[in-house]
């Protein structure tokens, strides 16, 4: 386990940072909101950040949280795109900001029972994880047939970040399994999950049985104020296959993790801190996993730490087992 606070790390040397690719910029940002899915009837709206390698990049898909967009966690996105990664954002029709208020409107009430009206509802539920294999389908033939994006993507090598209720999305595709659902909802083409405020197995998504199946690599991301306080650790302790982490924010709340900035819609008050240290760490980690490239051993991780502390981010705990083992 590493732990750090920011006036324990300003003697850290700098370390092998050569490791990974230079940053190459964004090339373009696409915004596809008509995607339908004929096998349910149903619009899966993408915006597709493409970076500037002219080679094949891997693919990270993008979840949002409740009342969310495609253009929810737009920071990050772009961030991870000019790290040279394609980015396909999506959109969960059933549960975006548009649902949302449309539950208020019908059942006349507010913004918070909306939201957990949505979270009880299985229609979401089902249908996100859904929306993770019809978007890799479409990128598929996007890769193979649109001029736009032909021979851009690596889909041999796919990742999916998820915030919040996309946290939920996420865990599922890697094979955890939600509670109250019937089949086979994870995606085998993916290789890689980062969850940000990830289910606690004590709340309505999950069990502590619903991680046995869990074997690609898993991140899970949270802070000391979120909302299931130390429920969003218990992953960490479930999961006992494959490269297991946990980055622990102190002071970091729910609302910390997303962040739109830089896109079409702005939220008030972001948390930049917390943004700054997940554009520094979450690059290196899809680096690791997608592209074999650079170390995430305790002197990277410690490094990684030292650069992603400032401002509010005084402190990160960042604990890694490898099938059940610390390391």
């Keep these: ?36 899915d004929q096998a349910r009837s149903r619009n899966v709206p993408m915006v597709f950040h493409l970076p500037k390698q002219s080679e094949a990049c891997p693919l990270v898909l993008v979840s949002h949280g409740g009342a969310g967009s495609r253009h929810g966690m737009y920071a990050l996105a772009s961030e991870v795109c000019r790290n040279g990664f394609v980015v396909a954002c999506l959109e969960h029709v059933t549960s975006n900001t548009a649902n949302i208020r449309q539950r208020m409107r019908q059942s006349g009430v507010g913004f918070r029972a909306a939201l957990l009206e949505s979270a009880d509802d299985m229609v979401p539920r089902k249908n996100r994880p859904l929306d993770v294999r019809f978007a890799i389908d479409l990128a ?24 919040s209720y996309g946290a939920y999305t996420a865990m599922v595709a890697c094979g955890a399994k939600p509670v109250e659902l019937r089949g086979d909802l994870s995606e085998p083409r993916i290789k890689l999950a980062v969850a940000l405020s990830p289910q606690s197995s004590k709340g309505k998504f999950f069990d502590k049985n619903s991680f046995k199946n869990v074997t690609q690599p898993f991140v899970g991301i949270s802070g000391t104020r979120d909302i299931s306080g130390q429920g969003h650790r218990d992953f960490f302790e479930l999961i006992d296959k494959g490269d297991t982490h946990l980055l622990w924010f102190h002071d970091a709340n729910h609302f910390s993790f997303s962040d739109p900035t830089g896109g079409p819609r702005r939220l008030p008050n972001p948390d930049t801190d917390v943004t700054n240290a997940l554009q520094m760490i979450v690059p290196r980690i899809l680096a690791k996993y997608l592209r074999d490239e650079g170390e995430l051993d305790r002197d990277m991780r410690e490094e990684l730490i030292r650069k992603s502390l400032g401002g509010t981010v005084r402190e990160i705990e960042w604990k890694v087992k490898s099938d059940g083992i610390p390391q």
């Excluded at 732990?3 to 090339?27: E, N, S, Y």
């Excluded at 598929?140 to 915030?163: Q, T, V, W, Y």
């Design 140 to 163: 598929e033939k996007l890769n193979a047939d649109d001029p736009r994006f032909k021979g851009r993507m690596d889909l041999s090598n796919i990742a999916i970040i998820g915030h």
């Design 1 to 36: 386990m590493i732990k750090r606070q920011a006036f324990m790390l300003v003697w850290l040397p700098v370390l092998l940072v050569t490791h990974f690719h230079w940053v190459q910029g964004q090339d373009s940002v696409i915004d596809l909101p008509k995607n339908l």
